[in-house]
T-cell receptor
Framework: GNSVTQMEGPVTLSEEAFLTINCTYT??????LFWYVQYPGEGLQLLLK?????DKGSNKGFEATYRKETTSFHLEKGSVQVSDSAVYFC???????????FGKGTTLSVSS | GAGVSQSPSNKVTEKGKDVELRCDPI?????LYWYRQRLGQGLEFLIY????????KSGLPSDRFSAERTGESVSTLTIQRTQQEDSAVYLC?????????????FGEGSWLTVV
């Protein structure tokens, strides 16, 4: 079946450190891939997405590249800020008319 | 409204009671989704509506769970004879249509605690 696996948290970093949160997926065909973020006390928000292989999604300094050969969509940011502290969810969408399938989430905590 | 609205935001109920959770999607969004997030877990898909019909209800965990949607707007998730294992955040989301090109917007969730 379709599934998403992301690295266990929590991830604890100092401000300005480099961030990588690994995400791999299992799916047939060519799903669309997403990163969602949940800030404390808020709902889930779309952070970035990529709909085909080799696409790079980017937003707010975060990037992720859709790698078909490694079935991965790792999230990266060159210099994290305290305000990036949140839970990050990797997700896939198999095709139109189906629901997002989420990973378990990775908690990021950034200290100054 | 401006976003997906869910009510109640918090609900504490006794084991065995029925609960109803409400979702108001963004106006004009035809696709509506329900998810469940247990403490420390990822999001579990429950059911997907396209308009009034539910083409995918494969995630409903038991026959105690049901959902309906009227008029391409409000949806209600009903849990009958609640159990402690039902304690979770229930998230609703909506999008224009069920397409990867359309961003899915989430509500802030309804926190359900069964005691």
């Amino acid at each position: 079946g379709n599934s998403v696996t992301q690295m266990e948290g929590p991830v604890t970093l100092s401000e300005e450190a480099f961030l990588t949160i690994n995400c791999t997926y299992t799916a047939t065909g060519y799903p669309s891939l997403f990163w969602y973020v949940q800030y404390p006390g808020e709902g889930l928000q779309l952070l970035l997405k990529a709909t085909k292989a080799d696409d790079k999604g980017s937003n707010k300094g975060f990037e992720a590249t859709y790698r078909k050969e490694t079935t991965s969509f790792h999230l990266e940011k060159g210099s994290v800020q305290v305000s990036d502290s949140a839970v990050y969810f990797c997700a896939l969408l198999k095709r139109a008319g189906t629901a997002l399938i989420f990973g378990k989430g990775t908690t990021l905590s950034v200290s100054s | 409204g401006a976003g997906v609205s869910q009510s109640p935001s918090n609900k504490v109920t006794e084991k065995g009671k029925d609960v109803e959770l409400r979702c108001d999607p963004i106006s004009g969004h035809t696709a509506l989704y329900w998810y469940r997030q247990r403490l420390g877990q990822g999001l579990e898909f429950l059911i997907y509506f396209q308009g009034n019909s539910a083409p995918d209800k494969s995630g409903l965990p038991s026959d105690r769970f049901s959902a309906e949607r009227t008029g391409e707007s409000v949806s209600t998730l009903t849990i009958q004879r609640t159990q402690q294992e039902d304690s979770a955040v229930y998230l609703c989301a909506s999008s224009l249509v069920g397409s990867e090109r359309n961003t899915i917007y989430f509500g802030e969730g309804s926190w359900l605690t069964v005691v």
